[in-house]
């Protein structure tokens, strides 16, 4: 009861004490879980586990009111994007979050969370994080095999509408595993490829189905990134230069919870959202990119 207590002084509001709570129950969970997701989606896990989150985060973390974002056509938006969570690095990626007060969208996969009740509780957290767009990767991640999971596509279509009434998500946003696809309302790219009569039928039933313009790439043992902060800053600047996007002054950012498992790729990351807001770019949710 004694770090109840302390919480709801710093923490007045219903909605900020669930967040926090959430948070709580976070950190003791985490450095209960000792091992790595059994994961069956493709995705090789590193060789350690990441360090316990600090009690401290507990009071660092209240999560500032969300304000809508005022911008006009020169406005450089940037919708950074997070894939297949939840797993054991995700508590991670939503402290950086609150720390930095950017919104993002996290793209969730059922079987991680409905097979692992720690995913689970991860889950839980990134949905009362105000902060935080939790929205459909797919249920099964097409179990790591993409080509035949598009072949059936009327059961590939369904895998995804089935994660979402699975999981309880609320918005119709669907990025499917292992395909840059977008199929929007009045854009799309990639459809003819294998996949795309999937994200046709996901379209038609209302979906809207996010690729991305630009990946912040992963080594497959390790999951360590690719590229250095300073790298993939000078590549972000490089493409609103050149409109090298779907949408001019829109870059969909994709990064993976899997690349946060060590403090040097997780201070990566702050330093990327730092540089990147050093430099006038806005972030806003996947639910406001213009279509």
């Not at 839980?124 to 035949?148: C, F, I, Q, R, W």
């Not at 977008?182 to 009569?197: D, I, M, P, T």
């Not at 949408?247 to 040097?264: A, P, Q, R, S």
Request: glycine fraction near 6%; charged fraction near 20%.
């Amino acid at each position: 009861m004694y770090t109840i207590n302390i919480i709801i002084m710093i923490f007045p509001s219903r909605r900020r004490l669930l967040f926090a709570i959430s948070l709580s129950l976070t950190f003791f969970s985490f450095i209960s879980c000792d091992d790595f997701p059994k994961n069956n989606n493709g995705v090789e896990n590193p060789v350690s586990v990441a360090p316990p989150l600090q009690r401290t985060a507990l009071i660092a973390l209240e999560p500032p009111p969300v304000r809508k974002i005022v911008r006009d056509s020169s406005t450089r938006v940037i919708y950074m994007t997070f894939d297949d969570g939840p797993l054991s690095p995700t508590p991670f990626l939503n402290q950086i979050v609150s720390e930095k007060q950017i919104r993002i969208a996290a793209f969730v996969v059922g079987q991680h969370a409905l097979t692992n009740p720690v995913f689970l509780r991860h889950l839980d957290d990134l949905k009362v994080n105000p902060l935080v767009e939790v929205v459909n990767h797919s249920y099964s991640h097409a179990n790591g095999h993409y080509k035949a999971f598009y072949s059936a596509p009327q059961r590939a279509a369904q895998d995804m509408i089935d994660n979402e009434s699975k999981l309880g998500l609320t918005k119709k946003i669907v990025r499917m595993p292992g395909r840059d696809i977008w199929a929007l309302n009045n854009k799309s790219f990639g459809v003819r490829e294998n996949g795309g009569s999937t994200a046709t039928i996901l379209r038609d039933s209302g979906y809207k189905i996010f690729g991305w313009d630009v990946e912040w790439e992963h080594y497959g043992k390790s999951a360590a990134p690719k590229k250095s902060p300073e790298a993939m800053v000078a590549l972000i600047d490089t493409l609103f230069a050149n409109g090298s996007m779907l949408t001019k002054n829109n870059l969909v950012f994709l990064g993976h919870d899997e690349m946060l498992y060590t403090e040097k790729a997780r201070n990566d990351l702050r330093m990327i959202i730092d540089a990147l807001k050093a430099k006038g770019y806005v972030f806003d949710f996947i639910s406001n990119y213009p279509d």
